[in-house]
């Protein structure tokens, strides 16, 4: 009769310690979840203790024990910081090329008015006043 060791077989992923959303990964539960994955105990922020598929910890599905403020992945941004017009730098480059600021306006959707001024804080080296 072979003795059930651990090795050499993948060890479960460490997740102990590791925050998921709201929750705090105490450490491995036992059973399996039903996808097969194993288990395990988190804290919630709320301070309710739960038991935690380790995939769906691992893919954003759970970021909670089910209280309020925590449902889904919030929405990333995508890439570029959030001060950056995403147009602006089109819109300098139309205006190196010597287009007017109601022919670029036209072409990025904005007014003229909103052209200069994104147009202005990239000249004044991004600072805003
Ligand atoms: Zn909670």
């Given at each position: 009769?072979?003795?059930?060791?651990?090795?050499?077989?993948r060890?479960?992923?460490?997740?102990?310690?590791?925050?998921?959303?709201?929750?705090?990964?105490?450490?491995?539960?036992?059973?399996?979840?039903?996808?097969?994955?194993?288990?395990?105990?988190?804290?919630?922020?709320?301070?309710?203790?739960?038991?935690?598929?380790?995939r769906?910890?691992?893919?954003?599905?759970?970021?909670?024990?089910?209280?309020?403020?925590?449902?889904?992945?919030?929405?990333?941004?995508?890439?570029?910081?959030?001060?950056?017009?995403?147009?602006?730098?089109?819109?300098?480059?139309?205006?190196?090329?010597?287009?007017?600021?109601?022919?670029?306006?036209?072409?990025?959707?904005?007014?003229?008015?909103r052209?200069?001024?994104?147009?202005?804080?990239?000249?004044?080296?991004?600072?805003?006043?």
């Open positions: 009769m072979a003795r059930r060791t651990r090795g050499p077989g060890p479960p992923l460490e997740m102990k310690g590791r925050r998921f959303g709201a929750l705090t990964v105490l450490g491995l539960a036992r059973g399996r979840g039903t996808s097969g994955c194993l288990l395990w105990r988190c804290r919630c922020d709320c301070g309710k203790k739960t038991t935690e598929d380790g769906k910890l691992r893919t954003g599905k759970v970021l909670s024990c089910g209280c309020t403020g925590h449902r889904g992945p919030a929405p990333r941004p995508r890439g570029r910081p959030r001060q950056v017009v995403p147009w602006a730098d089109e819109a300098a480059r139309m205006r190196s090329e010597g287009m007017t600021l109601a022919e670029i306006g036209t072409l990025v959707g904005r007014s003229r008015e052209v200069r001024q994104v147009l202005a804080d990239r000249a004044s080296g991004g600072k805003v006043k």
